[in-house]
């Protein structure tokens, strides 16, 4: 059974950009009835979804991002008990996102889109993320296969996926969505009592998604660690839209890729092509405060982004008509921070917890920050939502878990964001220009015993200089265009990240244990749990209840497990149909293995027990057909395909691996413990 959506809220989410909508819809899947407060700016949309563009952030999202996503239903005003209630937040993500041929690339060069004279000898090259897919393919996702059931990777502005968050947010009858609404924090006791435009009001659980500069976060008294190796340098970022841009990409085969990294007299700049087609894109340009700033250094911003774009042919375009400004520009920092503790004020009660960059911010190399905090808010809703519904008595301690869990793998993504930085930067650094350098420069000229205005002219003519001896117009343009090409192959910028995105484990233990190189995922406690097909047999009337849109014969993966369409969250025991072999020793049929087990789990539900998992019984591939008796109500049989889509890793050869690491030899049955999240909590023989 699940709370009804008329049931007094029990937690508030103060934040509606990705993270904070995704806390909502995971608390909506998991029957949570809740509050989600945000202003116009936080929620990166505009009041009322009017027509106005929000200034992009994020564009980037990761395969274990799509697996959170695939998890999510909505209850809607109509019966929970059809399937039909359940929207598709995954289906309208993938269909709005852009498609590969547009963004497997990263491209540099000294302009992003000269046609001039001299201009191929200024281009450098470009970075293939994809090279698995031929060039003349059409297919408009990256692979899914082997490592899930989701694509590789997306590429869709912050801008396009918040509405399609927000959209289905708003559609659940246990979200309470106040928008154009900030939250403050009054007092806490046994409560949070929080003041909104709607009153003052009490709750058990506080979730803090309001960014980096979160105000709520310094309320609660949560304290934050700041990288020596942060950049001092802020960045400008100027987004708009550019068709001339966009056709003349076209007209020179560079339409793509996903950024262009550019090194031109007139400035240093990262393009970020978030649309191609229609010509939006965003422009990262660092300037250094305190004798920098937007109002005195970007008053002529469309001059400067004609000469970046276009180069030796930015005289001949008029820049008031190429380029159309979406939203004035705006500053901010590449600093990495992350909070000493993600939760605060912790009781049997309830709690404070923090995601996304209120937890952890880093610099965006690698696209790391938003999707860090995506599997913050998985991390956190199914042990908030564990605890509304009484599976788990003590709030407290599922928070203290909450941050032993998600800050060990924010400092591994923000060292991973780190060095990615610096693999972005040595291409651009073998044509010769040093960041270190200008930073230098600047904090010398800001220090100097003259005039503000004498300092600035002095540290502009300084920078000028630096970028005119690194571009085309400086000398040995070729032997550095040669060396920055080598680094296109060596150190230059990755796209996909799996180790840090699929790898990472809760257990410290695990750790331990190196992932194989190249990585691909396996089967251990803490980790998430490797992708499997499966196909549905036969299933328990409660198990089915619980999941309405599965269909007998219908393929799953494993990860879909968890997913719960109609009830709280609940841990799945997986208790594969064999004794597994090792050591030369074959797979043997072992269905009676696991009865001890199975009348444990079956007494434990006909007592109540509310954290009692389902079992799922799984007969592998190969296996001839066996008699498992009846399947009880919270239970399910399936069989792992034939047809595996080109998966060849099915549940009994990641057990394989398993029993080997451990030096378990000979024929042994195994259950497995995956909780809400799709992890693996517990591996035992049986």
């Not at 996102?97 to 963004?103: A, K, T």
């Not at 001890?596 to 079956?602: D, F, G, P, T, W």
């Amino acid at each position: 059974m699940f709370l009804s959506h008329s049931a007094p809220e029990k937690v508030i989410i103060s934040g509606g950009g990705p993270v904070g909508l995704l806390c909502s819809l995971l608390l909506s899947s998991y029957r949570v009835p809740h509050v989600l407060v945000s202003s116009a700016s936080a929620s990166h949309v505009p009041a009322g979804l009017g027509s106005a563009l929000a200034h992009p952030r994020a564009h980037f999202v990761t395969r274990r991002s799509l697996e959170i996503m695939r998890l999510v239903t909505v209850p809607t005003s109509s019966s929970l008990s059809s399937s039909s209630s359940s929207s598709s937040l995954l289906s309208d993500v993938l269909a709005a996102s852009r498609p590969l041929r547009e963004w497997r690339t990263f491209a540099y060069g000294a302009s992003v889109a000269d046609t001039s004279d001299d201009a191929g000898n200024h281009w450098v090259g470009t970075v293939d993320h994809f090279p698995e897919v031929p060039r003349t393919s059409t297919q408009k996702l990256p692979p899914a296969a082997p490592f899930g059931p989701t694509p590789d990777c997306l590429h869709i502005s912050q801008s396009k996926l918040v509405p399609i968050m927000l959209k289905y947010a708003t559609m659940s009858k246990y979200a309470n969505i106040q928008l154009e609404d900030e939250l403050d924090l009054l007092h806490v006791d046994d409560a949070f009592h929080v003041r909104t435009s709607s009153g003052t009001n009490a709750y058990p659980w506080l979730v803090v998604a309001e960014g980096v500069a979160s105000k709520t976060r310094e309320k609660l008294g949560i304290r934050r660690d700041e990288s020596d190796a942060s950049s001092k340098a802020s960045l400008a970022s100027v987004h708009f839209r550019s068709h001339v841009l966009s056709d003349r990409l076209k007209q020179l085969n560079r339409r793509d890729s996903m950024l262009y990294f550019v090194s031109s007299p007139a400035a240093v700049a990262t393009l970020v092509a978030h649309n191609h087609e229609e010509g939006e894109y965003v422009m990262q340009i660092p300037f250094y405060p305190p004798l920098q700033s937007l109002q005195e250094d970007f008053g002529e911003v469309k001059r400067l982004l004609a000469d970046v774009c276009f180069g030796g042919d930015a005289k001949r375009v008029r820049a008031d008509d190429a380029f159309e400004l979406l939203s004035a520009p705006r500053a901010w920092s590449m600093r990495t921070t992350i909070a000493r503790k993600f939760h605060a004020h912790a009781s049997t009660s309830g709690a404070a917890c923090l995601v996304g960059d209120a937890a952890h911010a880093f610099p965006p190399a690698g696209g790391l920050g938003m999707n860090t905090g995506l599997a913050d808010a998985v991390a956190l809703a199914w042990r908030v939502a564990s605890h509304v519904h009484g599976v788990s008595k003590d709030a407290g301690a599922l928070a203290r878990t909450y941050t032993a869990e998600r800050r060990p793998v924010s400092i591994a993504n923000a060292e991973c964001a780190a060095r990615n930085l610096d693999d972005a930067l040595a291409p651009v650094e073998a044509l010769g220009l040093i960041p270190a350098a200008a930073e230098a420069a600047a904090m010398a000229a800001a220090n100097l015993p003259v005039p503000r205005a004498a300092r600035r002219t002095m540290l502009k003519a300084t920078l000028s200089m630096g970028r005119t001896a690194a571009s085309p117009a400086g000398p040995a343009w070729e032997a550095r265009r040669s060396r920055a090409c080598d680094a296109l192959n060596t150190s230059s910028l990755r796209l996909r990240f799996p180790r840090e995105d699929l790898g990472y484990s809760y257990d410290v233990s695990a750790t331990r244990s190196p992932s194989p190189s190249p990585f691909r995922p396996v089967l251990r406690v803490g980790c998430r749990m490797p992708h499997s097909w499966l196909k549905m047999h036969t299933t328990g009337a409660d198990f089915a209840a619980a999941r309405p849109r599965w269909t007998r014969d219908g393929r799953i993966s494993v990860l879909d497990l968890i997913a719960m369409d109609d009830a709280p969250p609940r841990f799945v025991l997986v208790l594969p149909l064999v004794r597994v072999g090792t050591g030369g020793a074959d797979d043997v049929v072992a269905h009676d293995s696991a009865q001890s087990i199975r009348i444990a789990v079956a007494e434990a539900h006909l007592r109540g027990d509310v954290d009692a998992p389902d079992v799922v019984l799984v007969k592998p591939r190969g296996i001839p057909p066996c008699d498992v008796g009846e399947v009880h109500a919270h239970e399910a049989l399936c069989n792992e395909p034939d047809d595996d889509d080109g998966d060849t890793t099915g549940i009994c050869a990641h057990i394989r691996e398993w029993l080997e690491a451990h030096g378990i030899l000979g024929q042994t049955a195994v259950g497995i413990w995956i909780r809400p999240d799709g992890h693996c909590t517990d591996i035992r023989l049986l």
